[in-house]
């Protein structure tokens, strides 16, 4: 059955599809009918819209969710700077290197919390001008403060959970994380972590501009890879607390401020939420691809959602060679984020699963490879087959960057040069994935010296014992 075999069971109810417009109401009749701001809206919530695109977005990709809640988002406390944290942790400054890096699996500290506890390790752009990317480590020991929620302005998160489980409390409602799945958090959207079962690991992606969204699948046809109905929204779920003092901290520009409000932040009775995509064929004249005076972007194929959302790693379905070659691992994406060029993606996320290689006369490994796009990975679980031995370990990293040559080690070239190509089924156990993205990627302080995790024999580990193979004619 292709889903993955959790350790710790499901708790929460979820709606299911991607590309949907959904709805929910933890309270039967609190979601107003036909209307989204009646001037009174049911039970006395109050109605708050939360907007993800602009409100003059093309339709198909216009975001907006409306909330009915108890107190709105704005009655806090101006917000201050938030001074009990590293200033390393999320620190700007990009060191743009053209080596290759491997890190070591990252510590766990069990003395911080989910706040406290994300590092910054490479990126590009600048959340201001919503343009680029952050990729992101965390590892915590212990729940978020008491009464203490969070929310990013700088761009949605991609995290993928390694180690631990994580118990996340959104306003939209309740999701529960477990390694081998993913979960999306729109910018804006507060949430609370929690940890059940102990310290946790893991890897984040927080895209600054635009959304993830599927990829298209072009002849492939209608289904495989990620298919929408195996993404999970959490239900409504609300709490009733207008007398106690939270904390709301806010990720802004890379920094942290906090402010005070005298009620709990998860108090979304009902709401409903936009994501919806039209037939763009007929929305565009042939001639000149141009719709209402806009040029066709990537994002004009795309689903957009702006709620929280997750996936279970073990639900995708490969695509790959049936008689030779080793095809593109583009065909392993789960989710991208595309760019304003057709094709060549801001980010996207690709995962590596247990599979079939059945390719007659084929190096059935990745090949060796120089990119104009930059490659990060990371490993929740196994190995992966283009590396032997213990060097790439779960809870650790590689980067190569924009033209860094790359592929498979020396012993993985030795083996799979002269093995036996019988059917062979790799990765059981494994997961292993990557942060692809069209830009160059700078690793912060922290990522090259103060994590202590750089691996400086890389390069000799893996590439330096290569002998060459060619033999002229005589």
Known sequence: MP???????????????????????????????????????PYGLYAEKLSGTAFT??????????????LPSASHSPFEPFMDYSSEQLQSVLNHIPNQFRWDPFDTDASVDWV??????????????????????????RDMDSNTAMYSS?????????????????EIGKLLIRPNEIVII????????????????????????????????????SN?????????????????????????????????????????????VAWHGRCKSFEHRDQFQDDDHVVRGLRRTAADFCIYQDYPY????????????????????????????????????????????????????????????????SEFMGLVSGDYDAKSGAGFRPGGASLHNVMAAHGPDTGTFEK???????????????????????????????????CQKVQGSYNKDSWLDLQPQFKPPV
């Not at 079962?197 to 959304?211: A, D, F, S, T």
Request: hydrophobic content about 35%.
């Open 310 to 373: 997750k996936y279970d790693l073990g639900r995708f379905s490969v695509i790959g060679s049936t008689s030779f070659d080793h095809p593109d691992p583009s065909i392993y994406t789960v989710l991208t984020g595309p760019s304003d060029h057709p094709g060549t993606a801001v980010a996207d996320f690709v995962v590596f699963p247990p599979r079939w290689l059945v390719q007659e006369d084929t190096f059935r490994p990745p090949w060796y490879h120089r990119n104009t796009m």
């Open 224 to 268: 495989c890879l990620a298919n929408p109905r195996d993404f999970q929204v959490p239900c409504a779920s609300f709490d009733m607390d207008t007398n106690t003092t939270w904390s709301i901290v806010n990720k802004y520009n890379g920094q942290l401020f906090i402010a005070k409000q005298n009620h709990t932040p998860f108090d979304v």
């Open 154 to 170: 700088d761009g949605e998160m991609l995290i993928v959970a390694q180690q631990g489980v994580l118990d996340i409390q959104t």
């Open 416 to 450: 799979a040069s002269n093995m036996e190509l019988k059917p062979q089924k790799i990765g059981v156990g494994s997961m292993a994935f990557m942060f692809e993205s069209s830009l160059m990627l700078g690793v912060t302080e922290w990522g090259l010296n103060t």
């Open 57 to 70: 977005a093309p339709r198909h990709e216009n975001l907006q969710t409306w909330l009915y809640r108890v």
């Open 116 to 141: 406290r506890g994300i590092k910054h390790l490479a990126g590009a752009g600048d959340p201001t001008a919503k343009r680029g990317l952050g990729i992101y480590l965390f590892a915590a020991g």
């Open 3 to 41: 889903v993955t075999d959790f350790k710790t069971p499901e708790k929460y109810t979820y709606l299911n599809g991607h590309g949907s417009y959904h709805e929910s109401e933890a309270i039967k009749g609190a979601l107003p009918v036909g209307a989204n701001s009646p001037q009174k809206p």
């Open 186 to 221: 729109p910018r804006g959207i507060k949430y609370r972590v929690t940890l059940p079962e102990g310290p946790v690991r893991g890897y984040i992606l927080e895209l600054y501009q635009g959304h993830f969204v599927l990829p298209e699948l072009g002849p492939i046809g």
